[in-house]
């Protein structure tokens, strides 16, 4: 019998925290920040951002990806069927395709590692069916992303 009231009581005193802890939302207000489309640099989290919710959400295994870098990938290799992409990561898998006016089937591998608009945030791994390409075209491919991501900003800051 006192086993049962010893565990009403634990789970009264329980329920009274959390319940306490949900009276910190009562004054929330919508940040209409959150969905403005933020143009140019994409922004950089402060020291002071975040909680401790966010140790366990796994946001260290997130990283922030140029949209620009992301966009253009998607455009320049949109010969390739996309089998995965995680913005959240940052990859994009593709499979076999051959480019307009090439005899050559080619899958890809993009990793976009950095949220700055830069050629070290950008790595393309390409391969044939029968093996890895050369470097040259590897380099001619991450050009042409570098090249679009580029136009993609410019046209951004127009408007």
Known sequence: MTQSRFKTASLTMACLVFLTGCGAFQNAKLDEEAMRVKG???RQ????DGSLLDAF???????KVNRFLWTATLQVLDFLPVEAADPFTGVISTGF???PGGGQAYRATILIS??????????VALQ???GPVDAAT???VEDAILNRARQLRIQASRF
Do not use: F, I, K
């Not at 989290?45 to 002071?48: F, K, L, T, Y």
């Open 97 to 99: 395709g051959t480019p």
């Open 57 to 63: 959400r796994g946001a260290r295994d997130t990283v």
């Open 45 to 48: 989290a402060a020291p002071g």
């Open 138 to 140: 590897e380099r001619a």
């Open 114 to 123: 950095d949220p700055a608009l830069d050629a070290r945030s950008l790595n």
């Open 128 to 130: 044939t069916r029968s």
């Open 40 to 42: 140019g640099r994409e």
